[in-house]
């Protein structure tokens, strides 16, 4: 009787063994499933945005004049528009996830959108671990004085004289290399002001700026006198793998520009196109 006790729970303590082995294999088996469907997810995002309908785009809002609140607090701005276009284009509608910038990337990379309209940079350093749409804005510093300035025509001009720069920034950078006394300002919009009062010599800083802000005060008395050769271009941003969409976008990017409607809103925002 003993050896028949020892006998069977022998084999219950085999069939459990066997047991938990299967289960084991099945989670396994399960894993390998999910993964791979996240990964056709991935492979194929066009196909899960057209599904959903919906084109789920990360944006700052406090970014002037490209993703920032109008007066009546609606989410407007160059960006904002041109990426409702896309998505208009694309047959799905358009959901802005507003978030900070020092966290967009990390909602990118946690799928909570599918793409950031933000003017971000097409850089190497971001382009190894992000996809990016082909550029739809191109932007270069330019160096700006007063109106009444007719001794400062170049970058080498400004050795010794006073810059406002933002201290943190590549134009301070700039302006330094050139042999410029930098005089910190919070913005561009402080530099600007400061220079129209004839309290600083120069300001270097981003063209786009410097048109926004003209269009909103054509009678600022500042001017451009020379533009870097170095221009940045900017496009929409995306998870690696977003093949699918990336090629919509592209596509729908170059409609827009085709049949005249990326000039229409780039006149609106900055008085010319800023594609060139």
């Not at 959901?95 to 309209?117: N, S, Y």
């Not at 977003?242 to 990017?253: C, G, I, R």
Request: glycine share 6%.
């Amino acid at each position: 009787m003993k050896k028949l006790t020892i006998i069977f729970a022998l084999l219950l303590s085999f069939m459990l063994v066997l047991s938990a082995c299967g289960k084991d294999n099945a989670d396994k088996d399960k894993n390998k499933t999910d993964n791979k469907n996240a990964e056709k997810a991935d492979n194929d995002l066009l196909k899960k945005v057209k599904d959903d309908g919906t084109l789920l785009i990360g944006t700052e809002g406090t970014y002037p004049p490209f993703t920032y609140h109008d007066p009546s607090g609606n989410l407007t701005g160059f960006d904002v528009e041109l990426a409702t276009e896309v998505a208009k284009r694309i047959g799905v509608k358009p959901e802005f996830k507003e978030t900070q910038w020092d966290a967009m990337f990390a909602g990118l990379d946690a799928k909570r959108f599918d793409m950031i309209a933000n003017e971000v940079g097409i850089r190497p350093d971001r382009q190894e671990k992000y996809d990016f749409s082909d550029p739809y804005i191109t932007s270069a510093g330019v160096l700006i004085a007063h109106k009444d300035n007719d001794k400062v025509k170049s970058f080498e001009d400004i050795k010794g004289l006073n810059a406002a720069q933002s201290l943190t920034s590549n134009y301070a950078d700039m302006a330094k290399k050139y042999g410029a006394k930098l005089v910190g300002v919070d913005g561009f919009q402080q530099a600007v002001e400061l220079l129209a009062q004839k309290r600083v010599d120069v300001t270097i800083n981003d063209k786009l700026s410097f048109l926004d802000y003209k269009k909103q005060k054509p009678d600022a008395p500042i001017k451009v006198v020379a533009t870097a050769n170095d221009a940045s271009s900017s496009g929409f941003m995306f998870r690696k793998k977003s093949d699918t969409l990336v090629d919509e976008v592209n596509k729908a990017l170059k409609e827009i520009v085709d049949d005249g409607t990326y000039k229409k809103i780039s006149e609106k925002w900055f008085g010319e196109d800023v594609l060139k």
